[in-house]
């Protein structure tokens, strides 16, 4: 770990990209760790809220920006739900990428105001997510570089610097259990990559980490297949959720996604829409103020903490400034 290097880069070592690269930084993640006691139990709650875009996805947008800018490619388009468009169309604006973002038509105001305020062009798109993700691939056959958070795989390294900045916060320890809402599932991907090299690192053979997942029950494709396997994904929903960004019908690596929950011994649990802001709204009380997709993970703790083993960890993914 190169501690001069500014904001995630200081584990660059793990980016793939050439070593004399000029980063690409907003001084991204070393996002606190904080303590709460909730559930008779005390929580740490990693604040990924604080990134500076508002969100998590920041760690992997500084990577594909970066990888984008190492060749040379100067536009590109990207798909969302909000916090990733975003999130890329702040990268991109550091990096002098012209970006379009294509969002669906139910993204929240301020995630809008968002993309436009870093000069990205917005594309509203009508009906449900499969619908954004068919207008921007229809974008990007035509030879627009698709920067795609779902496909691309740069994004994984960046997110599995959250795990190895948890494992810092807790004295060079793993945790017992963390907790996070899953849509494609690349943070919780990402964090299960980033905890497994630092068992190998650290010789750790007798690691417990559980991994649980969080979806809501208006679409919870992964908790469907992990729960019933293929029979259950013919029955998701993709109905409309205040916690719009696990919102994702058809996760592209899900199967990966799922191998890592239970390679963990961990579970997929969900949410059910009545009890999203009532989770906002205690976390607030705590001085969390999150949106509704990071305030899901309050009910999951409800329903897991008596299985979990310490420390828990709970991922707080995006700020309650975007919800609006």
Known sequence: MDRSQPGIWRYRHTFGLPLDFEPVSLLEGSTPLLWAEVFGRKIAFKCEFLNPSGSFKDRGSVVIAAWLQSRDISEAVEDSSGNAGASFAAYAARAGINVRVFVPESTSGPKRNQIEAYGAELVSIPGARTAVAEAVRAVADEGTAYASHAYL????????????????????????????????????????????????????????????????RACAPLWAMYNTGNVGIGLVAGDCTLAEGV???????????????????????????????????????????????????????????????NPVVAVLTGSGYKYG
Not at 185 to 194: E, F, K, N
Not at 295 to 301: G, R
Request: charged fraction near 15%.
């Open 153 to 216: 795989p740069f994004n994984l390294p960046g997110y599995a610097t959250a795990a190895y900045e948890i494992f810092e916060q807790l004295g060079n320890k793993m945790p017992g259990a963390v907790v996070l809402p899953a849509g494609q599932g690349g943070l919780l991907l990402g964090l299960a990559r980033g905890f497994e090299a630092l068992r190998i690192a650290y010789h750790l053979s007798n690691n417990t980490l559980k991994i649980i997942g969080v979806q809501a």
């Open 247 to 309: 919102r994702v019908r058809y996760p592209l690596r899900m199967n990966t996604v799922l191998r890592a929950v239970a390679a963990s011994h961990g579970s997929m649990c969900v949410v059910d829409e009545n009890e999203i802001l009532p989770g906002r709204d205690v976390l607030a009380r705590l001085g969390f103020y999150v949106e509704p997709t990071s305030a899901i993970v309050w009910s999951a703790l409800a329903q897991t903490i008596k299985d979990l083993p």
